[in-house]
């Protein structure tokens, strides 16, 4: 035995190397392989692989791919885009007395309430007279505007509109 080490002739089969995530659109394409039975002189049968077409490219797509892309395009660039309901015409309901409110809560909501309040504190710390006498308890215009908006004084009136553009301006008093 010799210090030297022995030359070992390992067989081993190479495993193709994962390719990273890649979007949906720019897969690379499966190459397909056939194996045919290739019977020797001495009667032994050799499975050889036989390589149909060539391995397109990472981010190329093959010609049946970029055929059915094009297919794909030209139906979607004929379809017809409707924008605006040419039939509908938006109709304003009519607000007939209080509790006739038929688009929305019978209650302002936060958000209508947020900015009826934000625009009178901004007209009052602006200079605009008070609807009402200015209570003791006052310190800040949106505090006056909050005493204005419970009495129901400010002359304002919501408009609540639907999606498909009809619409009911609501007079603040209506409101619970």
Do not use: C
């Amino acid at each position: 035995m010799s210090d030297e080490p022995e030359d070992i002739n390992i067989d081993t089969e190479e495993v193709a190397e994962e390719p990273e995530a890649v979007p949906a659109v720019a897969e690379e394409p499966l190459v397909e392989t056939t194996e045919e039975v290739v019977s020797g002189e001495e009667g032994e049968e050799e499975p050889k692989a036989e390589k149909k077409g060539k391995k397109a490219k990472k981010g190329e797509l093959s010609p049946e791919e970029a055929a059915e892309h094009e297919r794909l395009r030209k139906i979607i660039e004929a379809r017809e885009v409707i924008e605006i309901d040419p039939i509908h015409v938006a109709i304003e309901y009519e607000s007939t007395g209080k509790g006739k409110i038929s688009i929305g809560p019978p209650t302002l909501t936060r958000f209508e309430k947020a900015r009826i309040l934000g625009a009178r504190a901004l007209q009052l710390s602006l200079g605009a007279p008070p609807f009402i006498p200015i209570p003791k308890d006052v310190a800040t215009s949106l505090d006056l505007a909050y005493a204005e908006l419970e009495k129901r004084v400010i002359p304002i009136t919501i408009k609540r509109t639907l999606p498909n553009g009809d619409f009911q301006n609501i007079p603040i008093d209506y409101f619970n």
